[in-house]
């Protein structure tokens, strides 16, 4: 199991910045999914950003996309989520989590679905005031 460990959360207001890292360690594969959730308070988790460790292509929920960008440091195997214009509806609590890459027949890619990730983080706050 891949073991992951959240930070750079912190208390921002609308309009602002941050970028959240992800160190990660341990587990048997040289390749994985790596991804971003969220949950705010009362509701149910949702995927935010997700990333091939084994080449550079990204996905994102519809909804995020443009003000969120996630990346990836292969040599520091650390992940990154920068998050841009932030809105008081981006407080949540930030996860990142690994799983194994699903495969089309010609290419590996991850989605942003829960139930493909198998280890979690233990998250960081982020929380954006109007």
């Known amino acids: 199991q891949v073991q992951l460990v959240e930070s750079g959360g912190d208390s921002v207001q609308a309009g602002g910045s941050l970028r959240l890292s992800c160190g990660a360690s341990?587990?048997?594969?040289?390749?994985?999914?790596l991804a971003w959730f969220r949950q705010a308070p009362g509701k149910e988790r949702e995927g935010v950003a997700s990333t091939y460790t084994g080449g550079l292509r990204t996905w994102y929920t519809d909804s995020l996309k443009g003000r969120f960008t996630i990346s990836h440091d292969d040599a520091k195997n650390t992940l990154y989520l920068q998050m841009d214009n932030l809105k008081p509806e981006d407080t949540a609590m930030y996860y990142c989590?690994?799983?194994?890459?699903?495969?089309?027949?010609?290419?590996?890619?991850?989605?942003?679905?829960?139930?493909?990730?198998?280890?979690w983080g233990q998250g960081t706050q982020v929380t954006v005031s109007s």
């Open positions: 989590a690994a799983g194994r890459p699903l495969y089309d027949g010609s290419r590996f890619y991850c989605r942003v679905e829960e139930g493909d990730y198998y280890s």
């Open positions: 341990g587990g048997g594969y040289s390749t994985y999914c």
